[in-house]
């Protein structure tokens, strides 16, 4: 099977205000002329959501999607600071990303918190980009796989199949988040194939084939073919998908690999 491309831009807490915000969106959006078969995800600050996107209207320009970084379990309520995942999808969004590993250490998410998100973010209609992955000490005492099985266990497998084609998979070793040293494609691959038998554990094949899986993780121009060529159906990219020359040669790797792909059928 086919599946679409996608790649995911995580600005984190980037740029300081809604125009450089505008101004990173809109160098992206020139360079895009035909990018078919990709679908390209920004997750800029929450804030900028909504001012994005009347940019995109603005420009006419709805091929780029929105998702937001975060999102609170609740859909409603008394809970300061938060934002629920309808809002999300009122502003425009179709994406969330969860479980991102700077959530998991810096505030303190535990599976039971991403799983709470997850199953409200799913119901809500929102697309999920959950993020699993070791940390250098669980690397270095072999600790990989099974900190990969317990966050898939207890996550997507507290959802007893609901909903589980929303779900794209993002793996990202925690020690290639922003260091600039990049899983090597061959390692990434093999733990792929272990997290696609984990989940057969868990979802049927059909549903397992319908999930995308990203790599994250110091991807930029140069090495992003790797690891599309090994078999990921996409990226997610933080500090170069501020960049719009570096993140436009990513998308472009990826776009090759589509029309191969496409074009052999
Ligand atoms: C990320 O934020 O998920 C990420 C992969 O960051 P970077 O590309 O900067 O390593």
Redesign the pocket.
């Known amino acids: 099977m086919t599946k679409q491309k996608i790649i995911v831009a ?1 600005w ?1 807490m980037n740029p300081e205000n809604i125009d450089g915000a505008k101004a990173i969106l809109n160098s992206i959006r020139k360079e895009i002329k035909s990018k078919e078969g990709i679908e390209i995800i920004i997750c800029p600050p929450s804030i900028y959501i909504e001012g994005l996107k009347k940019e995109l209207i603005k420009q006419e320009n709805l091929k780029l999607k929105l998702g937001g970084q975060n999102c609170f379990w609740e859909e409603k309520g008394a809970f300061t600071g938060e934002i629920s995942p309808t809002m999300l999808r009122g502003m425009g969004c179709q994406y969330v990303i969860l479980g ?1 590993s700077e959530r998991r250490k810096i505030l303190e998410e535990t599976d039971e918190i991403i799983s709470k998100k997850l199953k409200t973010a799913l119901k809500i209609g929102l697309k999920v980009v959950l ?1 699993i992955g070791e940390t250098e000490e669980d690397r270095k005492e072999n600790l990989t796989f099974d900190v990969l099985r317990a966050q898939i266990e207890n996550t997507i497998g507290l959802l007893s199949g609901r909903h589980t084609t929303n779900i794209i998979i993002a793996y ?1 070793p925690v020690w ?3 260091t600039g040293k990049n899983c090597k494609s061959d390692e990434a691959m093999s733990i792929l194939m272990y997290i696609k038998k984990e989940l057969l554990k868990i979802l049927s094949q059909n549903t397992v084939d319908r999930i995308s899986f990203l790599y ?4 930029n121009g140069k090495n992003a073919r790797n690891y599309i060529e090994g078999g990921f159906e996409g990226l ?5 998908s501020l960049k719009p020359g570096e993140f436009i040669k990513i998308i472009d790797s990826l776009k090759e690999k589509h029309d191969k792909e496409y074009f052999r059928k």
């Open positions: 995580n984190k991102h993020c990202e290639a988040i922003g994250g993780g110091s991807v997610l990219v933080g500090g170069a």
